[in-house]
């Protein structure tokens, strides 16, 4: 049999357990014809597999597979018996195989998915390390160019509260709470990869990502988070992962600026998109001036299985008012964080990853017009997978949009949205007299509201969209369990067959 790894996904309600192709059992009785219950695996395979699971081996091995055409006790062709041979595995290791002690491309006895030996992962360097490794095939990295790193990490719990940027790689306190600490490695394209073979952050504990780039948490066991966990923007400082030019048209539209035709205050930024889209931001104090186009969602703004890992889509700024000063900045999107663990994955804390507020507009002096408000910035990504994956009810995994900064108009500032919140909408910011307010953030019950127009035949500048949701994503290779309470998630669409 395969085993898959499975793109569970659910639209804001409950996560119902999930298998999804995977035969789970607890004896031979709960197994189709020709199979047998693995007690260790708790799955059905076939017949003369001995226990291998999906892509590993039996005792014997397999390079591939233990299964018809695969290898049984004993080894076949293709396979692997006692002493091994080429492409298979099996005690004493072969070409393209392993046997205890794990190598690249096969499994022997209580090998996993891709090809691993007794305790080895897919590849067997994990396996040769004395680590239990993926059995799967992690997204975003490769799991064997960072064993060193977790066996040099060790156990880690967070206790306190830690900083970790990932421009400099460096945590705040250094000491993680003095319980082991995570070892820093990179990807391609300058992801940051914390390794450590267990990983708990306990109910008071958290950690804050900053930064420039995504970040993963790459557990070579089991995870259990139970504190916090945020890679939030905050205003117009991104998320760790949020880049301008990963967008496209994610990215909120500039407001339009005062002529001297148009007689009227800046329009507001769009809301950034990127799970769901943002909204237009409010046109000035005149119609003729146009507040900015809201960003765009879907696969524009980025892939619904987060690959590659990046953050969410800033809002545009406002519109300038009659001389030099330009609106309000737009916010900034949500960052990308992403925790694999090789075992199971619990959550029962939070993980949160928002956009961030849009700015207000400043204002103008005596006899000049106001300044549209900046958009709201998209929520970010949220990427969990293990082999089972459980979520519990109390648990809160949120990418809310940040509210729209409000305009401004010659009697005072306007005020900048507020930055997506959990379990609550991030409002617009109120403007003053002649302006108009910024639009409110989505969330998983609401879309991102527009900016709202400042007051007609006037001098304020419209307020700023609010940015839209991010996107989060659970892979489960084996199972799904729990209940999800979403608020501001946009989910991609089921894969289980």
């Not at 407001?255 to 205050?265: F, K, L, N, R, V």
């Amino acid at each position: 049999m395969t085993t898959r790894l499975l793109a569970v996904s659910f639209a804001l309600g409950a996560l119902q357990a999930c298998t999804c192709g995977i035969a789970v059992c607890s004896t031979n009785a709960d197994c189709p014809d020709n199979s047998t219950c693995s007690v260790d695996e708790g799955v059905c395979v076939s017949a003369g597999t001995d226990g291998g699971t999906a892509g590993g081996a039996a005792a014997g091995g397999s390079a591939g597979g233990a299964a018809a055409g695969g290898a049984a006790a004993g080894g076949s062709a293709g396979g692997a018996a006692a002493g091994g041979s080429a492409g298979g595995a099996a005690a004493g290791g072969s070409a393209g195989g392993a046997a205890a002690g794990g190598s690249a491309g096969g499994a022997a006895a209580g090998g996993r998915a891709g090809g691993a030996a007794a305790g080895g992962d897919a590849g067997g360097a994990a396996a040769d390390a004395g680590l239990p490794g993926f059995p799967y095939t992690p997204s975003n990295f490769d799991s064997n160019a960072h064993v060193a790193r977790a066996l040099d990490a060790g156990a880690v719990t967070i206790t306190c509260a830690v900083t970790f940027d990932t421009s400099t790689s460096s945590a705040t306190p250094p000491t993680w709470c003095g319980n082991g600490r995570p070892s820093t490695g990179t990807e391609d394209g300058g992801t940051v990869i914390l390794a450590m073979t267990s990983l708990i952050v306990s109910s008071g504990g958290s950690l804050t990502v900053v930064g420039d780039h995504p970040l993963i948490l790459a557990v070579y066991g089991d995870a259990l988070i139970d504190g916090g966990v945020q890679a939030s923007a905050s205003g117009s400082t991104a998320g760790p992962g949020s880049h301008l030019n990963l967008c496209s048209m994610g990215v909120g539209g500039l407001g339009g600026t005062y002529s001297a035709m148009s007689q009227a205050g800046g329009g507001g930024g769009g809301g950034g998109g990127f799970g769901t889209a943002g909204a237009p931001g409010g046109r000035g104090s005149n119609k003729d001036v146009m507040g900015g186009p809201a960003g765009a969602a879907s696969s524009i703004a980025g892939m619904p299985d987060l690959r590659p890992l990046r953050g969410g889509c800033p809002g545009g700024q406002g519109g300038a008012g009659s001389g030099s000063q330009t609106g309000g900045v737009g916010g900034a999107g949500g960052g990308a964080l992403q925790v694999s663990a090789a075992g199971r994955l619990f959550v029962g804390g939070r993980l949160e990853a928002h956009g961030g507020g849009g700015r207000r507009g400043t204002r103008g002096t005596q006899g000049l017009l106001g300044r549209g408000g900046g958009g709201g910035g998209s929520g970010g990504a949220l990427l969990l997978e293990a082999q089972t994956v459980e979520v519990a009810a109390a648990a809160q995994l949120q990418v809310n949009g940040g509210g729209g900064g409000s305009g401004s108009d010659d009697t005072g500032d306007g005020t900048n949205g507020d930055d997506g919140r959990t379990g609550a909408v991030a409002s617009g910011g109120p403007g003053p007299q002649y302006a108009g307010p910024g639009g409110s953030g989505a969330i998983s019950t609401a879309n991102a509201s527009a900016g709202t127009q400042g007051v007609d035949q006037q001098i304020g500048g419209g307020g700023g969209g609010g940015g839209g949701l991010g996107r989060i994503r659970i892979n489960a290779s084996r199972s799904c369990l729990g209940t999800v309470g979403l608020s501001g998630a946009h989910v991609s669409k089921p894969a289980c067959p």
